[in-house]
């Protein structure tokens, strides 16, 4: 165990493996039977509970909780990884629960798999190399999270769901436990269903995050012309942007207009 790279605020347990070369910053807790690889940095006030492996070029946040037994910082499951080295990047104040699993990046995908601040991945949740997980996101149990997916800020995914590979989902959507989803979901949409249906708007996350009743009617309304226009999603949203008269708006417009992942769940 290198203490020269350990803050004297740590505590460290005697029966933790902390490899040379790891940076352990002030205030961390190490407990027994954990395992911190050689590249492994860990900001302030850190805990990793007993059992838990932190391995690869990882960097975690101030504040974060790792659990027993969960697994950051692997190799990617990605037949194509050559060894190269590539990085995962988790935020502040991010609790990973057990069991969950974390991957570092692939080179084709640009090398960085990355979690936000304030970030709750429950136990067996899968976040798969070169994502890109926003802020305040809630992986619920079970959920898993493919190669390259992009879930953007205030996104909640519901137990046992599944996001296919380059999809995105946008901010402060939510998905319903059990969904497969395959196609790009729209910011502040709602998805349930086996096949994951876009149903409306997740009103209930827009009340909470104090979003103003003004703001909400004209959502509702732009959500209305998505569904009922005839023609292309992105057409549809071209005329929304061009009309548009709230924030909101512009950036749900904007989302059908950007260069897309894979196809885009139709609103209903």
Partial sequence: MSSALIDPSAEVHPMAVVEPGARVGPGCTIGPFAVIGPEVTLGASVTIRPHALVT????????????????????????????????????????????????????QGGGVTRVGDNCLIMAGAHVGHDVQVGN???????????????????????????????????????????????????????????????Q?????????????????????????????GEGALAELAEGLLADAVSDPVVQVAQFFTSAAGRNFLRPK
């Fill in 136 to 198: 305040n996101v809630i992986l619920a149990n079970c959920a898993g999270l493919a190669g390259h997916v992009v879930v953007e800020d205030n996104v909640i995914i519901g137990g046992l769901a599944g996001v296919h590979q380059f999809v995105r989902i946008g901010e402060g959507a939510m998905i319903a436990g059990m969904a497969r989803v395959v196609h790009d979901v729209m910011p502040f949409g709602l998805v349930a269903g086996p096949d994951a249906e876009l």
């Fill in 56 to 107: 690869g070029w990882t960097e975690i946040g101030a504040g974060s909780t790792v659990f027993s037994f969960a697994s950051v910082g692997e190799i990617p499951q990605d037949l194509k990884y050559a060894g190269e080295r590539t990085r995962l990047i988790v935020g502040r104040n991010v609790r990973i629960r057990e069991n969950a699993t974390l991957h570092l990046g692939t080179a």
């Fill in 200 to 228: 409306g708007l997740n009103l209930i996350g827009l009340k909470r995050r104090g979003m103003s009743r003004t703001e909400i009617t004209e959502l509702r309304a732009a959500y209305k012309r998505l569904a009922t």
